[in-house]
């Protein structure tokens, strides 16, 4: 892999990916396509006119008719201002039992909203928070994390197990932590991925954006491979731990919940790639004492994924599996927020289309998140790791 990155400098391109010696996912533009052939790599051909592609996803959008149990808003992509109408619905589904909450405000100042409901035992007990959408560009994440929340929802009352689970901890779902970055890429750059605040005047730079999940106030400077100094680079960390706004009200939010109930499962989910990533991120040769658990857990929940559509998802420690990363969320949720599980995880798929996923692969990557998840709440107190095997590492 580094001989091919020593060749890409010699090219204009934009990286969407990369696994540790195996590959890199790029966007090149078509007046460097001939300069990108002659460097004789080894490549196979994501989109072949990506504009075509994004044109075919936008277009996409069915009309929604404002039912919670329509299933026909996941045949599509939708605008932010109808995600907000839909986790309404989904209030107005489980009134009494839930409650539309905010984690803060954008840098545009969009309000981060979000649900939290619970069960017959009421509000208070242990908390598993679900959020997405750090990442402006990753649009199957918002999709998943609502039919997550649909799920539950209406299989309270219906389903012993779903119930279970609603009446044994309470849940916080927040869909967009980086509104503004997401409206852009429904406004003016598909692929754009930060948040959109102005560099440092310091700098003297007219870039945009801090990558809010390299902005933690955990480990931020601990790892030089792990985030950069850069502006204008797609993982700038800002100019300090938490200068981002967006990241900041999430954070306090982790803090209240470890102080009050106890933080149970904490997830951030992204795309694209297929892994299930456990503690640590900055340090690919430090192990946490409880990663044995976190890997069988993470081993049973993509198998259970795999039985939906065959969808098969790599887990392990996050930068051993694939690279190390400074100032990440799942890494402050286990070490500052005490999360008893604390994961991240990326979607579907594995490069074919990257992030401009087909609206048609909505249903199955949500249908097999709703597996894993499953699986894994009812194991979250449970005793099915025995130090042996994968996962005792």
């Known amino acids: 892999m580094a001989s091919v990155q020593q060749k890409l400098r010699g090219i204009k ?3 969407w990916n990369s696994v540790r010696n195996k590959h890199i996912d790029i966007a090149v533009s078509p007046d ?88 017959a035992n009421g509000p208070g007990q242990p908390a598993v928070l679900w959020h997405g959408t750090v990442h402006a560009r990753e649009w199957i994440v918002a999709p998943v994390l609502e039919y997550l929340t649909l799920q539950l929802i209406k299989g309270y009352g219906v389903d012993n197990t779903t119930t279970g689970f609603v009446d044994k901890y309470d849940f916080w779902v927040f869909p967009f932590v980086n509104p503004d970055g997401f ?21 003297n730079s007219t870039c945009y954006g801090r990558d809010i999940n390299r902005n933690w106030p955990y480990k931020w400077d601990a790892n030089p491979l792990g ?19 967006e990241m900041q009200g999430l954070h306090k939010l982790v803090d209240q919940l470890r102080d009050s109930s106890g933080l149970k499962l904490y997830i951030d989910w992204h795309s694209y790639s297929q892994y299930f990533l456990a503690p640590v991120g900055f340090n690919c040769t430090y192990y946490v004492p ?11 929940a993509s198998d259970a994924i795999r039985e939906v559509e065959g969808v098969t ?23 500052i927020g005490k999360a008893d599980w604390s994961y991240l995880i990326e979607l579907r798929d594995t490069g074919d289309y990257g992030f401009i996923l087909p609206a048609q692969q909505i249903k199955g990557s949500a249908a ?18 025995d130090g042996a095997g994968e996962a005792a590492l």
């Open 13 to 15: 391109f934009d990286e």
């Open 32 to 119: 460097q396509i001939d300069r990108f052939k002659k460097l004789n790599l080894d490549y196979h051909v994501m989109h072949k006119d990506l504009s075509k592609s994004i044109s075919v996803e936008s277009a996409a959008n069915h009309v929604w008719k404002r039912q919670v149990d329509d299933l026909s808003w996941y045949n599509s992509y939708h605008p932010y201002e109808d995600h907000k109408a839909y986790f309404k619905a989904l209030h107005e589904a489980f009134p009494n039992n839930s409650k539309l909450v905010s984690s803060g405000t954008s840098h545009e100042g969009r309000e981060i909203f979000g649900i939290h409901f619970w069960g």
């Open 183 to 203: 409206v852009y890429t429904q406004t003016t750059e598909r692929l754009w991925r930060k948040n959109r605040q102005p560099a440092p005047q310091a700098t």
């Open 227 to 245: 985030a950069s100094t850069d502006p204008c680079s797609q993982t700038y960390k800002g100019a300090e731990p938490a200068d981002t706004p």
């Open 290 to 300: 409880t990663l044995g658990q976190h890997i069988a857990l993470a081993q049973i």
């Open 313 to 335: 998802f790599t887990y392990g420690p996050s930068c051993a599996t694939l690279y190390p990363t400074t100032g990440g969320s799942f890494d402050y949720a286990y070490a």
């Open 368 to 385: 097999e998140q709703w597996e894993g998840v499953k699986m894994m709440l009812s194991l979250l107190d449970g005793t099915f790791f």
